[in-house]
């Protein structure tokens, strides 16, 4: 893997922070992570600005870049991230994002003499609003767990699950940029046309199988030219970072109009993305082997290199939560629903990258790429409602006395990850929410 998303200082457990905050345990945001997003204060005008997670405050880039705090490299990141997105930033280049990354990591540590000069630019999380982090140009959804595609072939196609192409090629399709929000957006169940059970005519109305898929989103850094394709060993540098994604989908709308051009209305709706933007650099610690079973076929050329074997791979801690009405009406905590990793991904985000550029198509920085829903191995791994409930047959308990086959109005959904791993600082990514409000009369 390349040396900018080594190990090195920044990801030593050991170092604190005068931020007291982020040396909890259980905060996402400690010292080793440094998380990028997008922010104002909450219930002000202000323009949103970039800024960096640090335990339960955010590092102001406008005042960083405004006080001239550092020089060079770390200089000029910080003006580019501090404006309304991080496209800017993104599109310096892996370099630039790191020189802020380590600029930011030695003044935020203990015993840094720019303490008193940064403690004017940090923001309680609390009294912020946290906005999109890019200006996504296009959004690309990809179908990398081999464990989702089984699951879910299996249940349309028993006897032959998973396609011939899947073990070949980076399945995936070209979604909707405009519809990808931020976050505590709340989302509206979606409308369109389905086939009822035994019918013959279809009928248009609210989705009556409205699902969530636990997803990683990745956001495209420096872009490459149209016709130029972008190698599996150099792909990497072109991207910035990670975040969670739910790309909600509408079950039975998705089953009448999939065929033969794919999803439509049932995906166009929305994706929520959390608003923190996890580095590769951050995630350094967390890389493991790229693997797939010993009797599969080896990746063609273009989507292999040692270097990828080697450390391709994110173990990233996936889970899914649920609140509905009735449990906040009750007091009662969310119920998890699901908990996996990400490194069961049968195609990295390098070979993604690699695939989705090898005709020439360019990337653009702040383009959003997402993994497809990851599920593991074992039922209880599972990233969506529609592996979970066997096709809505087998209804999954939630809360004291609820049960669910797909998602009903008032129903929240939380997406949380993490990462842990011997001689590493846990560092999160957050969480991603929306709660579902119901579908417009037509």
């Not at 204060?41 to 005042?63: K, T």
């Not at 930033?89 to 930011?104: F, W």
């Not at 015993?111 to 690309?140: F, H, M, N």
Request: charged residues 20%; negative net charge; glycine residues 10%.
């Amino acid at each position: 893997m390349s040396a900018a998303f080594a190990a090195d200082e920044t990801h030593d457990p050991r170092a604190q922070s005068w931020v007291e905050s982020a040396n909890r345990p259980d905060s996402d945001f400690p010292l080793q992570n440094l998380p990028f997003g997008v922010f104002r204060r909450r219930g002000s005008s202000e323009p949103f600005r970039g800024g960096v997670a640090i335990g339960d405050f955010v590092v102001d880039l406008a005042a960083v870049a405004a006080t001239r705090l550092f020089d060079g490299d770390a200089a000029r990141a910080a003006a580019a991230g501090a404006g309304p997105t991080l496209n800017a930033l993104m599109a310096l280049g892996p370099e630039a994002a790191r020189a802020l990354r380590r600029a930011l990591f030695a003044a935020l540590a203990q015993g840094s003499a720019l303490r008193e000069r940064l403690a004017g630019a940090l923001v309680a999380q609390a009294d912020a609003e946290l906005g999109l982090p890019a200006q996504i140009g296009d959004y690309t959804d990809f179908y990398t767990s081999i464990h989702h595609a089984t699951a879910v072939g299996r249940l349309f196609r028993p006897d032959q699950p998973l396609l011939p192409n899947y073990r070949w090629v980076p399945v995936g399709y070209h979604g909707r940029s405009s519809s990808v929000i931020v976050s505590g957006v709340d989302v509206c169940r979606p409308v369109g046309q389905r086939l009822p059970a035994g019918a013959q005519t279809p009928v248009v109305g609210p989705s009556q199988r409205l699902d969530y898929e636990v997803e990683l989103g990745v956001y495209v850094g420096r872009g490459n030219p149209l016709g130029e394709p972008v190698s599996i060993e150099d792909a990497e540098r072109h991207l910035f970072g990670v975040c969670l994604l739910n790309d909600w989908s509408a079950r039975d709308l998705q089953a009448w109009e999939y065929q033969p051009l794919g999803p439509f209305l049932a995906k166009n709706f929305a994706t929520t993305v959390s608003p923190w933007i996890v580095t590769l650099e951050a995630l350094a610690p967390f890389r493991v082997p790229r693997e797939r079973p010993a009797e599969d076929p080896q990746p063609l050329p273009y989507l292999d290199s040692p270097q990828d074997r080697a450390r391709g791979a994110l173990d990233v801690t996936l889970e899914a939560w649920l609140e509905t009405a009735a449990m906040r009406a009750r007091g009662e905590p969310p119920r998890r629903l699901s908990r996996s990793s990400a490194r069961h991904a049968y195609w990295s985000l390098a070979q993604l990258v690699a695939h989705h550029t090898v005709n020439g198509c360019n990337l653009n920085p702040g383009d959003l790429l997402g993994s497809g829903t990851q599920s593991g191995p074992s039922p209880e791994e599972a990233g969506s409602l529609l592996e979970l409930t066997v096709g809505g047959r087998q209804p999954l308990p939630v809360g004291a006395t609820e049960t669910r086959t797909f998602l009903e109005d008032g129903d929240t959904v939380i997406l949380k990850g993490w990462c842990e791993a011997p001689g590493a600082r846990r560092i999160g990514l957050g969480e991603a929410r929306a709660t579902v409000l119901p579908g417009r009369p037509v």
